[in-house]
C-alpha cells in the first residue's frame, strides 16, 4: 500500500487532499513545499500543507501556519505529535515553544495553544487528535467527542531547541547527526533526528526497514539521480533502497519508525538505532 501519493480517504472541503508527489523510484516520493498551495483549515485562522493524511489512524505530515493572534483551539493528541517552528511562537498553559525548537506532544497531551505573532511549523502526527463536539480545531482530520484530560499533571510538551543538541558522528564521512527523540515510554521503536551532510557527502545503498520521512531545511539533497532544495519533503516507504548525496551541503529532519542499514550492515545506521 502506497501512504504516500494518494490520499487514503476521498476529499472534502476540511480535509483537502494531500499534496501530489513525484516518485523518484519505487517507494520513494519528494513533494516540493514551495509549489504546494495553503489550504485554510477549520478554524478559519491558520492553513495547512498537507503531504499526508490518514483521517482514520490520525496521520498527518505538513506544514502549518498560524496568524497573528490565533488558537488552535482545545484538543487532545492520541498519539505523538512533533513539529518543528520555522518561525514565530506558539503558547500554552504550560510553556512557549519558539522558532528553531521540536515540540513534541505526548499521547494524552490535553491542551489550547495561542501564537500571538503568527508562527509557521512543519508537523508529523501519529495518531488522531479530539476536540469537543462543538468545538473547532487548526486539525481538519480531528475528531469530535468529549475530551477527558485523564493525566492533568503529565506536561503536554516536551521542547527541544535544535541547535543546543550537541551533533555526534555517525557512521558516514561527513554525515552529523542531532538526537532529538527516540520515542522512550511510548511503546514505538522510532527515532527522530537531524542530519546535517556537509559538501560531497554520501550515504549509499540504505534498505529501510520502517517509514521514514525527511523535512529537508536547507540545501540539496540527492536520491538516486533526483536533485532537491529546501523546503521539500520525501517519504521513503519500507523495503525501498536509497542513495541519498549532497553535493552544496544540506540539513533535514527524519523520521525513521526503522533502522535504515547500508550494504544491510546493521552498524550503517544513520538515525541511531
Known sequence: MTVAAVPLTAPSATAPEPASGRRIQPGVYAYDLEATPWRVTPRGTSREKAIRRDPER???????????????????????????????????FQCTTRAGAVGINLTGATHDAVSYGGCT??????GPVI??????????????????????????????????VAQVA???????????????GTGSNHRLCSLQLWPGARLSDLHHTGLTDFFL?????SVGDVTMAGPSVVVIEPGA?????SRYGC??????EGPAHAGDDPAMDPYGF
Open 58 to 92: 490520525g496521520l498527518f505530515l505538513g506544514m502549518l501556519m498560524f496568524d497573528p493572534m490565533s488558537r488552535s483551539g482545545v484538543h487532545q493528541h492520541r498519539g505523538v505529535a512533533s513539529s518543528y517552528f520555522l518561525s514565530g511562537e506558539l503558547t500554552d
Open 121 to 126: 511549523l512543519f508537523s508529523r502526527l501519529e
Open 131 to 164: 476536540i469537543e463536539p462543538d468545538g473547532a480545531a487548526i486539525h481538519p482530520h480531528a475528531q469530535k467527542t468529549t475530551v477527558t484530560n485523564t493525566r492533568p499533571f503529565t506536561p503536554p510538551d516536551i521542547t527541544v531547541v535544535l541547535d543546543s
Open 170 to 184: 555517525s557512521p558516514f564521512a561527513g554525515v552529523l547527526r542531532r538526537p532529538v527523540y527516540d520515542y522512550a
Open 217 to 221: 531545511l536547507a540545501g540539496d539533497l
Open 241 to 245: 533502497r536509497v542513495h541519498l548525496s
Open 251 to 256: 540539513s533535514l529532519l527524519a523520521w525513521a
